[in-house]
């Protein structure tokens, strides 16, 4: 685990990247962040965590680091072990994890259940969707934390890279870490404009999309797309499944998990 703090004083903002390894999105975010030498207003703490699962480029080393917090220091797992140094890091703190996905392009954002920290940091991050997670938290850090997941884009890609960045800087911005989000002079890809609470819309996690095995799947419809009921949205194989209900799909692909296609949601409204 690397740390960069900036700013005097105890941090009560933090950014965590790297929580897998496969999705660098969020290193690269953050030392593009650090090589600016931001002059901030109050101090903040940058994280990337599992550096060990980075440098193999795979997603954990043992176990899913974000499965298994709060952890434990005494745990055999690289991952318990590092999930407890993570949490003793952030544990007081409002904190922005970066993760990138094989399911949907732009960015969006998870949070256990919304309160008052994600309705007044939310409209001013480049999102438009904002997820309730729930019950499905079991083992992440979003289930230990005042934490905002956002996913920032394609695992991979440098579009995820960039969208991290931006995201770090808005965040930094609504938390007052950063005066503006955009320096004088630059124009970001998304817009950093603050978003009224009704043009960010809200969904709810229901249920898992269980993935049989099989030696390849499909999915034919669209992350945050409205599936009616009887419409197919996926296969295993030559097997097609369809909707029993209506739900709006979330996380929802062929290979981004190996047990689950992704989430059924229901939209509950906006965060108005």
């Known amino acids: 685990m690397r740390i960069y703090e ?5 941090p009560e903002v933090a950014v965590v990247g790297t929580i897998h390894g496969d999705e660098p999105c969020g290193v690269r975010a953050i030392e593009r962040f650090i090589a600016t030498e931001p002059d901030v207003e109050r101090p903040v703490k940058l994280i990337v965590a599992n550096e060990e699962a980075l440098e193999a480029n795979v997603r954990y080393v043992e176990e899913d680091l974000n499965r298994v917090f709060p952890g434990d220091p005494d745990a055999d797992s690289h991952e318990r072990r590092l999930a407890h140094d993570v949490l003793r890091e952030v544990r007081d703190c409002t904190t922005l994890s970066l993760h990138s ?13 919304v309160g008052a920290a994600s309705r007044a940091i939310c409209p001013h991050l480049p999102i438009q969707e904002l997820v309730e997670t729930a019950e499905f938290v079991g083992g992440r850090l979003i289930d230990h934390t005042h934490n905002i997941d956002v996913e920032c884009g394609l695992q991979g890609t440098d579009e995820a890279a960039e969208n991290a960045y931006w995201l770090v800087r808005a965040f930094l911005a609504a938390t007052g870490v950063l005066a503006a989000p955009l320096e004088e002079g630059t124009e970001a890809p998304l817009s950093l404009e603050r978003r009224n609470a009704d043009e960010v819309s809200v969904y709810r996690m229901l249920e898992r999309i269980p993935k049989e095995p099989a030696s390849t799947y499909e999915v034919f419809v669209d992350n945050f797309e ?4 009887g ?6 194989d030559e097997r097609e499944f369809t909707a029993d209900r209506d739900f709006y799909p979330v996380l929802l692909s062929a290979y981004g998990y190996e047990d689950v296609f992704g989430y059924a949601a229901d939209k509950v409204g906006t965060l108005a």
């Open 231 to 236: 419409d197919r949205f996926a296969a295993a």
């Open 226 to 229: 409205l599936v009616e009921r």
């Open 6 to 10: 900036l700013g005097e004083g105890k």
């Open 101 to 113: 996905t094989q399911s949907y392009g732009k960015p969006f954002a998870l949070v256990d259940t």
